[in-house]
């Protein structure tokens, strides 16, 4: 009988398929996909046959070009706050992306015990001010087992539950500690940090891991909880933006649009502007409104500086 599962890994036309029933068979893509010049990706929704073949592949919600996965559910953005010191710029670039893409975004902060809650600011200032843009924020210390208020790992697993998370970051921001904290230590960590060590240097398919939750490795009725490995991936790459489209994916910003005396209004420094009076009101952050300014130049620029893409 032919089954219905989950691409979690793909290597030279050998995909591995996770199935309803808690089971993974390794299985060949038919050659009609390499006609088509269709091939599965990580996180495809696929029917197996008994005779070991991938047959057939769902339609697609999403697909991601790096990673290269498909449907996926969410983006968990992985910063530091100290060591390296956050880059809020890049945050909010991150985040635009995933808006433009049409994918929820999550944002942990991690490493929250190199800061020191009497005296850091950064440490709270930075979970409230994306929390009041909109966004699920949660802290943490990947490396540290006990839990806390700056150690959120039970609410990561909670909102990791069901679905397929695509973790991104900069480097040495902890995203590796973060992967092994949640899929437990009988996984074969071991040839997981190797496989993670590898992937510095070179380029590799991401593969989809299973994340435990309360203990267990989500099983048989559903399709599970999965995280990509993708540590060596710093970012994700979508379709690019266009800077008349950037205030689109601030979601702060959405009550907002259609109320700026200019229609086309970019909110720089266009008069009776409805975004910089909620800028001068604390009702958008400051540090969101700047990074918006400087994101919404660099697009600009980029398109003068490559017209061929012009649309
Ligand atoms: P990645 O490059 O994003 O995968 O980051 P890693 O997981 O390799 O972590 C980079 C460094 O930060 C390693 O030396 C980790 O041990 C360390 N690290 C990870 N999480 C934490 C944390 O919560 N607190 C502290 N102090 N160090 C951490
Ligand atoms: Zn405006």
Redesign the pocket.
Known sequence: MDRKGIVIAGIGGNYDVFVSGGETVRVKARGVFRKEKISPLIGDRVVVTDEGFLSDILPRRNQMIRPAAANIDQILI?F?LR?PDPHFGLLDRFLAEAAKQKIPARIAF?????LDPDEDELLVSAAESYRKAGYPVFL?????EEEGPFNQLSEVRSCLSGKVTVLA???????????NALIGADQEVGELSEK?ARGKNTTRHARLLPVMLDGEVAEASDLGSWIADT?GFTSFYTQSIEAEELDQFYPEFLPHLGQCYYQDCRHISEPACAVREAVETGEITRLRYDNYRELYQELKQFRKEHPIYQK
């Open positions: 992985v530091a060591d991690n490493k929250t015990d190199l943490l210390e990947a490396r540290s970051g900069p480097s040495g921001v902890g995203k590796s500690s973060l992967i993670i540590p």
